[in-house]
């Protein structure tokens, strides 16, 4: 469970504490206007809620300030979908390697390594991977920042040789 959540939680529990203390502490012998008892519960009990919500939003922010940043990938995987006409790269996949491109592009400091995934087909004059290869270098990619892995056609065994 989440540390934000639980604080949330722990606000809410003595939210709940708080309202059961007010009703035991007003005194009914005091002949207390039951109007005067629902201000002395409800103001209390407000500015509880607020100062909750005000220390949930501070400690989180000083939690999320030294949290760690995500790191930049080393490499960007495009699996691929089939080709039109045996060498060309279908829409779909286009798109996947137009956002691995932008990912690169964003990149900061040293570049990923994309890495184009994907088998040849009985109908396919080349891989997948080769037609996303050429796609990626033509819209500006360098071909040194590539790589094809057209050996595997089930993904569990891409995904353990990539790891590698």
Same mark, same amino acid.
């Given at each position: 469970? %989440?540390?934000?959540?639980?604080?949330?939680?722990? %606000? +809410?529990?003595?939210?709940?504490?708080? =309202?059961?203390?007010?009703?035991?502490?007003?005194?009914?012998?005091?002949?207390?206007?039951?109007?005067?008892? !629902?201000?002395?519960? =409800? !103001? /209390?009990?407000?500015?509880?809620?607020?100062?909750? !919500?005000?220390?949930?939003?501070?400690?989180?922010?000083?939690? $999320? #300030?030294? &949290?760690?940043? /995500? #790191?930049? /990938?080393?490499?960007?995987? =495009?699996? *691929?979908? *089939?080709?039109? @006409?045996?060498? #060309?790269?279908?829409?779909?996949?286009? &798109?996947?390697?137009?956002? &691995?491109?932008?990912? $690169?592009?964003?990149? =900061? @400091? %040293?570049?990923?390594?994309? !890495?184009?995934? *994907? @088998?040849? +087909?009985?109908?396919?004059?080349?891989?997948? %991977?080769?037609?996303?290869?050429? $796609? &990626?270098?033509?819209? +500006?990619?360098?071909?040194?920042?590539?790589?094809?892995?057209?050996?595997?056609?089930? #993904?569990?065994?891409?995904?353990?040789?990539?790891?590698?």
């Amino acid at each position: 469970m %989440a540390l934000s959540n639980l604080l949330t939680l722990f %606000a +809410g529990l003595l939210l709940i504490i708080w =309202v059961i203390i007010q009703w035991i502490n007003i005194p009914s012998f005091l002949k207390i206007p039951s109007s005067l008892q !629902v201000l002395l519960l =409800v !103001v /209390p009990t407000t500015a509880y809620y607020f100062f909750c !919500v005000a220390l949930n939003f501070t400690s989180l922010s000083v939690i $999320y #300030r030294y &949290a760690k940043k /995500p #790191r930049q /990938p080393d490499f960007l995987i =495009v699996l *691929g979908s *089939g080709l039109i @006409g045996g060498n #060309r790269v279908p829409p779909l996949l286009a &798109a996947r390697i137009d956002k &691995a491109i932008a990912f $690169y592009k964003a990149s =900061v @400091g %040293a570049r990923p390594q994309i !890495v184009f995934s *994907g @088998g040849k +087909g009985a109908d396919e004059t080349i891989s997948e %991977a080769e037609a996303m290869q050429q $796609y &990626a270098i033509a819209k +500006g990619i360098p071909e040194q920042d590539t790589l094809v892995e057209k050996i595997h056609v089930l #993904r569990m065994k891409t995904c353990g040789f990539l790891r590698r």
